[in-house]
C-alpha cells in the first residue's frame, strides 16, 4: 500500500508527538488541506462515507484522539478515517487474516500484530470498499450484543 509520504514520516519520526494534547488533530487538520490540495474530491468521498455510516441503526461518530473521524457502534469504536484517506477498521485477527488473503487491506499502519487493518482510500471506488468494511465491523460488533 503507497502511503502519503507525510503521513509516514510523521509516524516514522515524530510518532511520540501523539501524546501531546491536541496536537495530533492540529496534524489531522493540515492532512485535510494537503488532500483538498492534492485530491479534493477525497474529500466528498470521505463526507459521502461518513454520511452514509451514520444512517445505520446505533452509530455516531466523533473525533478520533489521534486525528480523523471516528466511526461509533453502539458506543464503541469500529474504526476511523483519518484526513488523508487512510481508514482504519477493527476486527478480529482471524477476519484480518482472511481479508489481508484478498489484496486489498493492510495490516494496521502502527498496530501490525491487532486486529486493526488500513485501507486507503485513493478513487471513488475505494469508498465503496471502505463502506463495506466498515458494515462488516458494524455487523461483527452488533452480533455480539
Known amino acids: 500500500m503507497k502511503t502519503n509520504s507525510l503521513f509516514s514520516f510523521v509516524l516514522r519520526y515524530l510518532g511520540f508527538l501523539k501524546a501531546v494534547p491536541l496536537l495530533p488533530l492540529v496534524f489531522d487538520s493540515m492532512l485535510k488541506l494537503q488532500t483538498l490540495w492534492t485530491n479534493a474530491g477525497l474529500l466528498d468521498w470521505m463526507d459521502e462515507l461518513e454520511e452514509e455510516i451514520l444512517t445505520w441503526q446505533g452509530t455516531s461518530t466523533g473525533l478520533h484522539q489521534y486525528g480523523g473521524v471516528q466511526f461509533n457502534a453502539y458506543g464503541k469504536e469500529i474504526g476511523h478515517l483519518h ?31 491487532s486486529g486493526w487493518i488500513s485501507f486507503y482510500i485513493k478513487k471513488q471506488e475505494d469508498k465503496n470498499y471502505a463502506k463495506e468494511l466498515l458494515e462488516m465491523a458494524y455487523w461483527r460488533l452488533r452480533s455480539k450484543d
Open 83 to 113: 484526513s488523508n484517506g487512510l481508514l482504519d477498521v477493527l476486527y478480529s485477527k482471524r477476519i484480518k487474516a482472511a481479508l489481508i488473503k484478498q489484496g486489498r487491506i493492510e495490516p494496521h499502519h502502527i498496530f501490525t500484530d
